[in-house]
């Protein structure tokens, strides 16, 4: 989300509509459902383009005029309004619990106390803002306190079945707070005289909030009754958390995403002089060892799946399962059989991943893999080649293939937290060399005899010497820059648990998707569905497994379920719900308005309200969420080429595709949570 203040927020059914009483649409719930389908919210920015007088508050606001249509099994109808309710903005002052006083985003560190921002009072944004915020309670030690304003992955979780006649129920919604976007000198912040961003992107540490819900069962209505901030403390902290969702045994899984390289990390350690670190490592730095006052934290304390199980007194138990491996995830989702779980890495040259726990409903010991794509579409072996394209292949962005998996390893979290207890480095798992321009090896290379004029190293020395060269999250093939690693002697459950991406790459998985979100299943069909946000870079270069045509606007992919399928190796997966093939689908495609002409091969043509992509399809997917009861799947984009951002309903049964929801611009349509 990208706002300046947030909202945690629902979109909801209401309970009742101008045609049907409460009573009446408390007994419809009852009933079976046959089929739904929803009426269509319009974007703002063709109603601008219509001289709507209403288009601009709409384009401002989370903006829905849908109606949700039931059918029952005895042919009746009822129809719901959507109506987006908000529980709290993250500018709003907590009233009550340990954290009153605070604001709702307000950051704080491992032992509950705000982080405060020195340089506030400088935005007069803030100083109306605080006025406002102490006449609600804002404690004068809080005034300054950074304030979250991009909250997440959300679910609400039923704390304990209500009994027959219950009028309430107790819940615990629990949310992601995922950065903090500015200091207080907004948009400019004045170092020695210099202007630079006043960005905090990433640099602060994050929490869960874990809110106690009283629900009312006989209007549905949601309120709020109690407020923690979930830290993480005993795990170093929590790092730009993302999506997140529901487990299968009434748990929240969370995320963390954009993970930390600890080659950087431990070579700038070595000499720091010489060898500077990354961006995101002085962010990881400034958040933690700064701000949250974490003992010694390194890239390998974050990057993992994160569980919370609620309880009625209002507590919460949190760990992070480092058994399921590490890497920018946008979430998990769990197969039905609360064991099989899929997941995407959000980024460049990134991998598809698959993690099969050893038993049901405990994420504590898993076995990785790691998918191998051979594409069965219509290759595009030119780079980036938009359908609109004079050269190219027809069916080329709309890409389908078949999947195999590497077995990466099998660990247990006791396991890897022993590792990083013990101060593990990137240097002990692999030996790593980079290129220094693209395709250029170093002349000297430690441990490896070179043939080369005047004795220099080359690529044939190095794979005799036992490296790889790939292309990963942290060296994408964008860069033209490759890594060549080398796998240390007995290395290989480290490596398959803190280096993931590293060693699924080095085994020969596919490590060339781009911007890999949301994942959600279907049970009934036997099908999940992945977004790929962003079609491009190592995905449409022409080169590798991955060679499809360039659609910035993005694909949803279908991935076919199957049990008794075998790894790579030949041994036996003990899933029922192993993905063997992937395909677009074709309702789901984005569509790309045209690109302007070399150099510019990437630039898409906007509209005149600013649009980049056709605004009555799908442009960058990101969050899914498939409800079986509604045969729908629901997806919400984080787009760079609509005005707004829109939720989508698509049937995939009648194959009709709804837009029922506009965010207000600049917003991400996050948190697709189906709850029954």
């Known amino acids: 989300m990208k706002r300046m203040i947030g909202c945690c927020a629902l979109l909801a059914l209401t309970a009742c509509d101008s045609h049907a009483t409460s009573e009446e649409a408390k007994k419809s719930s009852f009933r079976s459902i046959t089929s739904v389908s929803f009426s269509a919210t319009p974007a703002p920015t063709e109603q601008w383009a219509q ?53 709702y985003g307000g950051v704080v560190d491992r032992y509950g106390a705000a982080i405060l921002d020195p340089v506030a009072d400088h935005n007069p944004f803030y100083t109306e803002l ?11 030690k809080n005034r300054t306190q950074f304030i979250a304003d991009a909250p997440d992955g959300a679910a609400l979780i039923q704390l304990t079945p209500p009994a027959a006649d219950a009028k309430h129920a107790q819940l615990s919604y629990l949310n992601h707070f995922e950065y903090v976007t500015w200091n207080g000198d907004g948009n400019v912040e004045r170092t020695a005289g210099k202007k630079h961003p006043g960005t905090q992107y990433r640099k602060n540490p994050m929490f869960v909030g874990n809110s106690g819900v009283n629900q009312d069962l006989t209007t549905g209505q949601l309120h709020i009754t109690a407020f923690d901030k979930v830290t993480f403390a005993d795990a170093q902290g929590l790092w730009t958390p993302c999506a997140a969702s529901l487990s299968p045994w009434n748990t929240f899984l969370g995320s963390e995403e954009y993970q930390a390289d600890a080659f950087n990390f431990e070579q700038h350690q070595k000499n720091p002089t010489r060898i500077k670190l990354d961006k995101a490592n002085r962010f990881l730095h400034e958040a933690f060892a700064e701000k949250f006052q974490a003992s010694e934290p390194t890239p390998y304390h974050y990057g993992y799946v994160t569980e919370i199980t609620p309880h009625i007194q209002g507590e919460a138990k949190a760990v992070k399962h480092y058994a399921t491996g590490r890497w920018a995830r946008e979430l998990i989702q769990m197969m039905p059989d609360a064991r099989t779980y899929y997941s995407g890495d959000d980024g460049k040259s990134t991998v598809l991943f698959m993690g099969i726990a050893d038993h049901a409903n405990d994420l504590s010991a898993v076995t990785l893999y790691a998918a191998q794509f051979t594409q069965t579409s219509p290759k595009s072996r030119v780079a980036n080649v938009s359908p609109q394209d004079p050269y190219a292949v027809a069916g080329a962005e709309l890409g389908a293939g078949d999947l195999s998996w590497i077995r990466l390893g099998h660990a247990t979290d006791a396991e890897i937290k022993a590792m990083i207890d013990r101060g593990i480095q990137a240097s002990d798992i692999f030996d790593i060399t980079l290129e220094e321009s693209a395709g250029v090896l170093p002349e000297q290379v430690d441990g490896v005899k070179g043939t080369g004029e005047h004795h220099a190293v080359t690529a044939m020395d190095m794979r005799h010497a036992g490296f790889q060269r790939i292309f990963n999250y942290y060296h994408p093939h964008s860069k033209g820059i490759a890594e060549w690693i080398r796998l240390r002697q007995g290395m290989e459950t480290a490596a398959a648990f803190l280096e993931t991406r590293r060693y699924a790459g080095y085994l020969g998985a596919t490590s060339e998707w781009t911007k890999m979100e949301g994942v959600s299943v279907n049970a009934a069909d036997k099908q999940a569905y992945l977004s790929v946000s962003y079609q491009y870079d190592s995905m449409s270069d022409g080169q590798g497994d991955i060679q499809m045509g360039l659609l910035k606007a993005g694909n949803v992919y279908q991935l076919n379920l199957a049990g008794n399928i075998k790894d790579r190796a030949g041994h036996a997966m003990d899933s029922d719900w ?39 399809q799908v442009a960058n997917p990101d969050n899914l969420k498939f409800s079986p009861a509604f045969h729908t799947l629901f997806v919400g984009e984080d787009s760079d080429c609509h005005v707004n951002n829109f939720v989508w309903a698509f049937d995939v049964k009648t194959r009709h595709l709804t837009r029922i929801l506009s965010a207000p611009m600049g917003a991400e349509s996050n948190t697709a949570t189906y709850h029954p």
């Open 578 to 616: 192993v993905a063997t093939s992937l395909a677009a689908i074709p309702e789901l495609k984005g569509v790309d308005h045209a690109y302007a002409q070399p150099p510019a091969k990437h630039k898409r043509m906007a509209d005149a309200q600013g649009n980049l992509c056709a605004v009555n």
């Open 51 to 103: 001289n709507d007088p209403y288009a601009a508050w709409n384009m401002s606001v989370p903006y829905t005029t849908s109606i949700a249509t039931f059918t029952f099994q005895d042919g009746s109808q009822a129809r719901y309004p959507l109506r987006y309710q908000t529980f709290f903005k993250t500018d709003d002052v907590i009233p009550f619990g340990t954290h009153a006083g605070e604001y």
């Open 130 to 140: 605080t006025k406002t915020a102490e006449a609600a309670g804002l404690k004068e």
